[in-house]
């Protein structure tokens, strides 16, 4: 039996087409195979030869030797700098900087109303005037208050100095009748050592009895004298200190007539308050937002359960734009209430307007989450002197939340994560190197690279969670 050799003569094929598909770690990589020379040992495998025979001493490379015979091309360069800028676009809520519903503070008549819907004021201005002619009265009454008090006043003071002026003399009485018990005790003890002695000269019969009682007399005149004016004094001394006693009480009265003066003032600074109420103000410059009341209309206190605003003043040359961020964003908001810094700059785009742009910068933030949305609310504050801003309309906020100049980047395909630890891979002498990085500020697609590199480094750019260690991979040149 003669066989023949069949040779097939292969499809023509541009070399530079043939792709060979490579599943490492399930990502795919691209290239050409290299083989090189085959100098290990391993699986025989028979070869036919041209007639079909076999030759035994051929070999083919195995399953694992044919892996280490593939060289990867991988995208690799050095480290690029560039300025990385982390933005929010968020919807924000435009609000007036103030807004005032205007209520009354009394009941009463509406008797004019100075402005209508869309009418700008000035702090002061007059909006509406009520009509309670009960204040008025109220305030007459006072004033006679105060007046009826400045006269128990001046009573008080009259009384005082007539108590002052008893006491007074009340005091020089007692000071008299002193002054006369001192005298009828020298003529009491006079006269006692007079009779003692005339008894003792008609003793010796010196002298006749006759003048012996003519002094006994005079001697007990002086001693009823002398007790007639003790007694007096304790009378007069009871007339001093009820004397006092008128002192004390017109003192009291009199800071009683001055505590009503300064009451009736009070109540009279009160009752003009009140009807000052009447007169409704503008509190700041701004607009008439709304307007519920008209001449006639019978007005109640703000306090009262049917009580609604008569007018809404808004100050709108200035407005608040709030925007909440989530929870993920707000660690990187800054405001310039904090500490003096400066708020992170905004951009303020208007749906309304399309490429209508307006800066400003966070002014201050809620510092804590809302427990609900897990957001942080901030307010952007913002000149509206042209009333671009409408009140209760709605914008996008552009934030530059953070911003890192010349900073080390890498893609996000050079970024490998493995548990708890963050590398990249770099080539060093046709293999790859593991070198650990720390990553910081992610925008997009790029990562900030805070340390492990110093910008001398090739590292891959792109699949780089499919290499190995000390994997061979030939760098592709750049286009």
Not at 279 to 290: E, H, I, M, R
Not at 345 to 370: C, F, M, N, W, Y
Not at 373 to 398: H, Y
Not at 427 to 444: A, S
Request: glycine share 6%; aromatic share 4%; charged share 25%.
């Amino acid at each position: 039996m003669i066989r023949k050799a069949v040779t097939m003569e292969p499809k023509p094929m541009n070399p530079s087409s043939v792709i060979w598909n490579i599943d490492v770690r399930n990502s795919i990589l691209l290239g050409t195979t290299i083989l090189f020379g085959i100098t290990g040992t391993g699986c025989n495998r028979p070869v036919l030869d041209s007639k079909g025979d076999s030759r035994g001493d051929s070999k083919v490379p195995s399953e694992t030797q044919t892996s280490l015979l593939v060289v990867d091309r991988v995208s690799a360069g050095p480290v690029p700098r560039k300025s990385m800028q982390l933005y929010s676009l968020q919807p924000g809520r435009v609000k007036p900087y103030e807004q005032t519903p205007i209520l009354s503070k009394t009941s009463g008549y509406v008797e004019s109303v100075a402005v209508d819907l869309g009418d700008k004021v000035r702090k002061g201005d007059t909006l509406i005037q009520l009509r309670a002619p009960e204040y008025q009265y109220q305030v007459a009454i006072k004033l006679g208050a105060i007046e009826q008090s400045e006269a128990q006043i001046e009573q008080a003071e009259a009384a005082l100095g007539a108590s002052q002026a008893a006491e007074r003399s009340a005091l020089a009485m007692v000071q008299e009748v002193q002054a006369r018990i001192e005298r009828a005790e020298a003529q009491y003890q006079r006269w006692k050592s007079e009779s003692a002695r005339t008894r003792e000269l008609v003793a010796a019969g010196a002298v006749t009895e006759k003048l012996a009682d003519e002094t006994l007399s005079q001697f007990l005149a002086a001693a009823a004298v002398r007790n007639e004016i003790a007694a007096s004094i304790e009378s007069q001394r009871a007339k001093l200190l009820e004397a006092q006693a008128h002192v004390g009480q017109a003192q009291a009265d009199l800071k009683a007539a001055h505590a009503k003066l300064t009451v009736a003032h009070s109540e009279h600074a009160q009752s003009l308050t009140m009807v000052e109420y009447l007169t409704l103000k503008a509190p700041f410059d701004g607009v008439v937002t709304s307007r519920s009341v008209d001449a006639g209309h019978y007005v109640q206190p703000a306090g009262s359960s049917n009580a609604t605003p008569l007018l809404t003043v808004v100050n709108s040359l200035r407005v608040r734009v709030l925007v909440d961020l989530p929870e993920s964003e707000a660690i990187y908001v800054n405001a310039d209430t904090f500490h003096g810094n400066q708020g992170d700059s905004v951009e303020i785009l208007l749906p309304a307007q399309p490429g209508k742009r307006i800066a400003g910068r966070i002014t201050r933030t809620s510092a804590s989450l809302d427990a609900e949305s897990r957001s942080l609310s901030t307010q952007i504050e913002l000149d509206n002197a042209e009333g671009k801003l409408l009140m209760g309309g709605f914008v996008q906020a552009k934030i530059l939340l953070e911003e890192k100049k010349d900073a080390w980047t890498l893609p996000i395909g050079a970024v490998v994560r493995k548990n708890e630890e963050v590398y990249c891979c770099l080539v060093v002498d046709g293999k790859i190197e593991f070198r650990p990085i720390q990553t910081g500020l992610r925008v997009g697609d790029e990562f900030e690279i805070v340390s492990g590199l110093d910008g001398t480094e090739t590292v891959v750019l792109a699949r780089a969670v499919g290499l190995k260690a000390g994997q061979s991979v030939e760098v592709l040149a750049k286009k």
